[in-house]
């Protein structure tokens, strides 16, 4: 079975922020894939679904970020789950928006929800690390990751959100490059090889052949 968490604040007020970008995902994945309406849970909400013999729960705590690992505690012990177990989807500041990174382990590099989660279960868990831009200064970044995606960012990050959901299913089996690979499909679709040949150059048209005699020639110039 795995635990599959999506960070983010609850209510309207953050429901388009950069930080919610993992609640996002949640929410692909489960309307995608037919999973049970969402229930309160786990100091959160959790939707229930299968891919193939694989149980799947998802998470989406409602602790607000910066506690979300007082809902991940309680469901990973009440599901018997180890970390390995876990897969967490994020905000990535450090990469560019419309990037994706798995990690497992490792340090929380101050997102304030992984912090939390580190000091609730550990380090041991994987991550989904999902790209949203870096606003130029640190002092900037709590008011960068609680703005709303703009306009312009609308049309990559619904296709990155179709591509996790396309993808899901080999990560919760181990296929961590399958799952990349369908996220770049979309993100990336291939360019169609069945274009139209380019027109040849058309061909200069053949110079008329002067078949009079060296003495008609000479007639026709005094004429």
Do not use: C
């Not at 998802?58 to 970020?65: A, G, I, N, S, Y």
């Not at 053949?206 to 020639?217: G, W």
């Amino acid at each position: 079975m795995k635990l599959l968490v999506g960070l983010g604040n609850p209510g309207a007020k953050y429901a388009q922020n950069r930080h919610n970008i993992g609640f996002m995902a949640m929410d692909r994945i489960a309307a995608d894939h037919g999973f049970a309406a969402w229930r309160s849970k786990f100091q959160g909400v959790i939707a229930e679904g299968r891919f193939g013999s694989d149980k799947v729960t998802l998470l989406k705590p409602e602790t607000f970020m910066n506690k979300s690992g007082q809902s991940v505690g309680e469901a990973m012990r009440y599901l018997k789950l180890e970390p390995a177990d876990v897969i967490v989807f994020h905000d990535e500041i450090d990469l560019a928006p419309g990037k994706i990174r798995l990690k497992t382990g490792g340090g929380h590099a101050g997102h304030n929800g992984l912090r939390s989660i580190h000091a609730h279960i550990g380090a041991d868990y994987d991550r989904v690390r999902m790209g949203v831009g870096h606003p130029g200064h640190k002092d900037a970044v709590p008011g960068y990751v609680l703005r709303d995606f703009p306009k312009a960012d609308a049309e990559w990050l619904d296709d990155e959100l179709r591509g996790i959901s396309d993808g899901i299913a080999h990560l919760v089996s181990g296929d961590g490059g399958r799952f990349l690979n369908a996220v770049s499909l979309r993100l990336n679709p291939p360019r169609s090889s069945k274009s139209a040949p380019k027109p040849k150059p058309a061909e200069p048209a053949p110079e008329p052949v002067d078949d009079r005699s060296a003495l008609q020639k000479l007639v026709d110039r005094f004429r």
